[in-house]
């Protein structure tokens, strides 16, 4: 039986407007803070709910939120207290628009949106993990969006410490809920809140759960059979590559450790998807390690809501200029060069004047090695002021002019030769359809293309390239083994990176 809405309580400072939603333990009403005149969202809970139990579940809320909730895809907590008639309430950021629970069922989404999608919640999650704390309740319905469009991760309710132990977890979503969660003593993980992640985007695509069966039994028990048994079969749409449906089944294999690891990882292999499918690479965000966490409960006393600073793991733009020049520095209207000055050409007078000092000291035949001497030097200073002369010429010849050809020789190449940088980070795990290794590449330049090979294979094996900063090959006995370099679209490659798995 459905609980009845509950009545809104009188807070100081804040004027009630209308219910914005319902859920199991509270509901959340749209209030109005008379200091600022911003709208804002209040979770309140239900009068039928103040059992210890549900206190100790909100409180838990309201911590894990303060900690977490400057993160551009964590919804903002604002304030928190208790109403006059005792009920604890959370004073949030009000997210207008529909939540993805109630939009994937009934529209399309777009691959890029997504994805998008998919990397922005993953740098929340990641920031979490960082915090050790997991969601472990990631579903469309909990993916609000801000009054500017981003997606936000909301609803804390049944998250938790990482290190707290092992802990039946209660009140999860089973359609989006990973094969540990039914498990007697599995504790859960980062790899938990991958495959929420993972389970939450497929069903954006697919417009159904996971495991869900259109027209047959979708009870919670055929589902939890289903999620802990079942091959999870592939989305269906025709306009998703099959690399992205492998990355959304390596982030729902059933073992942990078959799983990907990291919501970073994960947001990784999502990125190239992206750039493979030509979309905009979307930053992953994530509280900077020198970051400390904000302060426990998380007042904002000053009511602006500010959001705290992050970086960016991938901060690359999507098409980074090929080559980048520095402009010549400019003083006064006068171009500065870093080039030596040109030697000055002496004035006619200035050499009759020399000549004519010389005939005066003119050494005599006995004074061979002396003449000899002078010689070098006025050999010296000839050199060096045709020199100047030709430098000089070199320098301020108008940039449509070509050298001499007997100059161009002598002069140095425009640019020197760059060394290809290796890709990073090269790392492998247990996948359903083979090993999946993932690397970066954190200089990229248009063009770029990988080129691997399996080793230890025994067979003499020809490279093999790609656009994408992932593959999966077939598992080796024992360990598998690729080798990656990096190609510039003008054929100059890296050195390997090798890495093996296990």
Known sequence: ??????????????????????????????????????????????????????????????????????????????????????????VMELCPGANLGKRFRSERLRVAEVLRIGVEIAGALETAHMSGILHLDIKPANILFTEYGHPVLADFGIARLRDAGFQQVTGVSVPWAPPEIFADEEATSQASDVWGLAAMLYSLLAGRSPFEIPGGDNSEAA???????????????????????????????????????????????????????????????????EEPAAPEPAHDDDGDG??????????????????????????????????PKPVRTPDPVELTATRNRDQINMPTVSDEPQRRNWIA????????????????????????????????????????????????????????????????????????SYRWIQTQTGRDEQPSETSATTVTVPAAPGRTCIAVSLVRDTGRASAQTEACFP
């Open 223 to 289: 589902l939890i059979d289903r999620i802990c048994n079942a091959t999870l079969q592939p989305t269906g749409r025709p306009d998703l590559p099959a690399s992205v449906e492998r990355v959304l089944a390596a982030g729902m294999a059933k073992s942990t450790k078959a799983r990907i690891q990291s919501a970073a990882m994960f947001a990784r292999m999502l990125q190239s998807e992206q750039v493979s499918l030509g979309y905009a690479e979307t930053p992953l965000l994530v509280r900077s390690p």
């Open 306 to 339: 500010t959001r705290m600073s992050v970086r960016s793991v991938r901060p690359h733009a999507v098409s980074p200029p090929r080559r980048s020049f520095e402009a010549p520095r400019v003083t006064e209207g006068v171009r500065q060069f870093e080039s």
């Open 377 to 448: 030097v006025v050999a010296a200073v000839v050199v060096l002021a045709v020199g100047g002369v030709i430098g000089f010429a070199v320098w301020h010849s108008p940039a449509t002019e070509e050298a001499p050809s007997s100059l161009r020789s002598a002069l140095p190449t425009q640019e020197p030769t760059r060394v290809v940088p290796p890709v990073s980070a090269l790392t492998g795990h247990e996948g359903d359809g083979g090993i999946v290794f993932v690397w970066e590449n954190r200089n990229p330049e248009p063009g770029d």
């Open 1 to 90: 039986m459905t609980n009845a809405v509950s009545t809104p309580p009188a807070i100081p400072g804040y004027e009630h407007l209308g219910l914005l939603g319902r859920g199991g333990y509270a509901d959340v009403f749209r209030y109005t803070e008379n200091a600022t005149q911003r709208s804002v969202a209040v979770k309140v809970l239900h009068e039928s709910a103040l059992t210890r139990d549900v206190r100790d579940r909100f409180e838990s809320e309201l911590r894990l939120m303060g900690r977490l909730s400057n993160h551009p895809s964590i919804v903002t907590l604002y304030n928190q207290g208790i109403a006059g008639d005792g009920r604890p309430y959370l």
